[in-house]
């Protein structure tokens, strides 16, 4: 058993006496009650305190399970909120290069991250890019283009804090056909499972940006295996490529169907990765002609998701928010003033305590909106990628090589 001895002097002796030892203390005990409790990154820097500690933090997934769900724990409404959840950005020019978003008080800063799981062959047409991300998990997209001009696709999981990366092949038997998939991944208690959904969105192009799903596929973690499941629910229904997002245990992407009227009827799509099934909520809040539909997105701003999209009316924008789990399937509508140019925005996260969301604007940058007052202000940020992808993920040690579940 590894031991953390405390030490002190002998009282009545000189400086040059002996140390004796106080106490031993188990170091499981210290794992157990103590280091859990911590941040990532200090967790990685204890790992050379000794081998039960080494051994522990990078390849025990109880402890690294008990450490993501006490972070979970710890509200993510606080200013303070990045240091258990970080806003990743991903360089759109170099795509070795992705940094943290940092935030103490009011003043934002990136930090490099120095664990990029690209290995760039200059020789290769490539494109690289993040489709999915869930407890500290990122899953980064790789296409490349062969000389006949084929298109082969494999996706990269990667833990961004520790480092270790898991290549997966694509599951489609018909990669050269089409090269359009959306992607959510989740984790599903009840098989203590991380599931990455790809939905392929078909080989007929309907708008730049909109195609109809025709396949579904789901990796297993746990498994290490792809298996082809339900496709989705309707025919008439047309999918917007963005990432989907994780609430309460089930995936959710926003999608629209038209029928023979001018009018096209929007809806979130939910699919729950225990029951592996599809559900439609209509969106009837959303009453407008856009002038491209793929500006409809979904987001997890605190504990609720929200739809977002941009108003053809004086640069408005919109947030509607909504709890789909009480019940009440309602929106509550919060009309946001953009800035005239910055009218195609993310919202990325939310800050309750001071009622401000954090947004990815149009030009390739970053900026806070206040509910309160309606007020956005630019944020000046040294050394800020031209362009990026900016995605949401918790910390934690969870290793997409190892994870097994922590059940028999």
């Given at each position: 058993m590894g031991m953390v001895r405390k030490k002190e002097?002998?009282?009545?002796?000189?400086?040059?006496?002996?140390?004796?030892?106080?106490?031993?203390?188990?170091?499981?005990?210290?794992?157990?009650?103590?280091?859990w409790r911590l941040p990532v990154k200090p967790l990685a820097?204890?790992?050379?305190?000794?081998?039960?500690?080494?051994?522990?933090?990078?390849?025990?997934?109880?402890?690294?399970?008990?450490?993501?769900?006490n972070s979970s724990a710890i509200s993510t409404t606080t200013t303070t909120c990045f240091d258990r959840k970080r806003v990743m950005l991903w360089h759109g020019l170099d795509c070795t290069s992705a940094f943290f978003l940092e935030k103490k008080n009011s003043i934002f800063s990136i930090q490099k991250i120095n664990t990029s799981p690209i290995k760039v062959n200059k020789a290769s047409p490539y494109y690289y890019s993040i489709v999915a991300s869930c407890d500290g998990l990122v899953c980064?997209?790789?296409?490349?283009?062969?000389?006949?001009?084929?298109?082969?696709?494999?996706?990269?999981?990667?833990?961004?804090?520790?480092?270790?990366?898991?290549?997966?092949?694509?599951?489609?038997?018909?990669?050269?056909?089409?090269?359009?998939?959306?992607?959510?991944?989740?984790?599903?208690?009840s098989t203590d499972d991380y599931k990455l959904?790809?939905?392929?969105?078909?080989?007929?192009?309907?708008?730049?940006?909109?195609?109809?799903?025709?396949?579904?596929?789901?990796?297993?973690?746990?498994?290490?295996?792809?298996?082809?499941?339900?496709?989705?629910?309707s025919s008439n229904l047309i999918c917007s490529f963005r990432p989907g997002v994780f609430n309460n245990g089930a995936l959710h992407w926003t999608c629209f169907s038209k029928d023979n009227s001018p009018n096209y009827h929007y809806k979130v799509v939910s699919f729950c990765l225990e029951k592996e099934k599809y559900t439609l909520l209509d969106i009837s809040a959303i009453d407008f002609r856009l002038h491209n539909h793929?500006?409809?997105?979904?987001?997890?701003?605190?504990?609720?998701?929200?739809?977002?999209?941009?108003?053809?009316?004086?640069?408005?924008?919109?947030?509607?928010?909504?709890?789909?789990?009480?019940?009440?399937?309602?929106?509550?509508?919060?009309?946001?003033?953009?800035?005239?140019?910055?009218?195609?925005?993310?919202?990325?996260?939310?800050?309750?305590?001071?009622?401000?969301?954090?947004?990815?604007?149009?030009?390739?940058?970053?900026?806070?909106?206040?509910?309160?007052?309606?007020?956005?202000?630019?944020?000046?940020?040294?050394?800020?990628?031209e362009t990026f992808q900016a995605m949401i993920f918790s910390e934690s040690l969870i290793s997409p090589n190892t994870y097994k579940g922590t059940r028999n």
């Open positions: 002097k002998r009282e009545g002796t000189s400086c040059g006496s002996e140390l004796m030892e106080k106490e031993e203390i188990p170091a499981e005990i210290i794992l157990e009650e103590i280091m820097r204890f790992r050379s305190v000794c081998k039960t500690f080494n051994s522990t933090i990078s390849s025990d997934p109880k402890f690294a399970i008990l450490q993501l769900k980064v997209l790789q296409q490349i283009k062969n000389e006949v001009g084929s298109v082969s696709n494999s996706i990269m999981f990667w833990n961004p804090l520790t480092g270790e990366t898991k290549r997966v092949s694509d599951p489609s038997t018909y990669p050269h056909l089409t090269k359009w998939f959306t992607y959510g991944l989740g984790y599903d208690s959904v790809q939905l392929n969105l078909g080989f007929e192009r309907h708008e730049i940006g909109l195609f109809q799903p025709n396949r579904a596929d789901v990796f297993s973690l746990r498994a290490n295996s792809w298996r082809q499941i339900q496709g989705f629910p793929y500006h409809v997105g979904i987001q997890v701003l605190g504990d609720k998701l929200a739809v977002y999209y941009p108003s053809n009316v004086n640069g408005s924008y919109h947030l509607l928010f909504t709890n789909l789990y009480d019940n009440s399937e309602s929106w509550t509508d919060h009309i946001v003033t953009m800035p005239n140019d910055k009218w195609f925005s993310t919202p990325l996260c939310l800050f309750e305590n001071v009622g401000e969301v954090l947004f990815q604007v149009s030009g390739g940058q970053l900026g806070v909106y206040r509910l309160k007052d309606g007020t956005f202000r630019h944020l000046n940020i040294l050394d800020l990628p």
